[in-house]
């Protein structure tokens, strides 16, 4: 069964930074598009960053600059190194992985940025 498991978030102040990872198992990674989503209080999921099993890499307007996609397919890992943080950046954050055979999704992990 396929799985996705996030770590990394917590609480941090703002302009703070924070590094998240995802880890997927049984799963054949290095052909999944992977990416990163979040979901504030009362509002819908939105796309953070994306990177392709291409390592084609785009990103939110609202985090350009400050945020960083990468991944490691001999780690089965994606990352996302978030810096300048602002308390607008709270959410849960969530991974994604799509190809043919389906789109799967982790269980999240809660950002805060507050002081």
């Known amino acids: 069964q396929i799985r996705l498991v996030e770590s990394g978030g917590g609480l941090v102040q703002p302009g703070g930074s924070l590094r998240l990872s995802c880890v997927g198992s049984?799963?054949?990674?290095?052909?999944?598009?992977l990416a990163w989503y979040r979901q504030a209080p009362g509002q819908e999921r939105e796309l953070v960053a994306k990177i392709t099993s291409d390592s084609v890499i785009t990103y939110a307007d609202s985090v350009k600059g400050r945020f960083a996609i990468s991944r490691v397919n001999a780690e089965d890992t994606v990352y996302l190194q978030m810096n300048s943080l602002k308390p607008e950046d709270t959410a849960i954050y969530y991974c994604?992985?799509?190809?043919?055979?389906?789109?799967?999704w982790g269980q999240g992990t809660q950002v805060t940025v507050s002081s």
């Open positions: 049984q799963m054949a990674f290095g052909y999944y598009n």
């Open positions: 994604n992985a799509d190809w043919l055979s389906g789109t799967f």
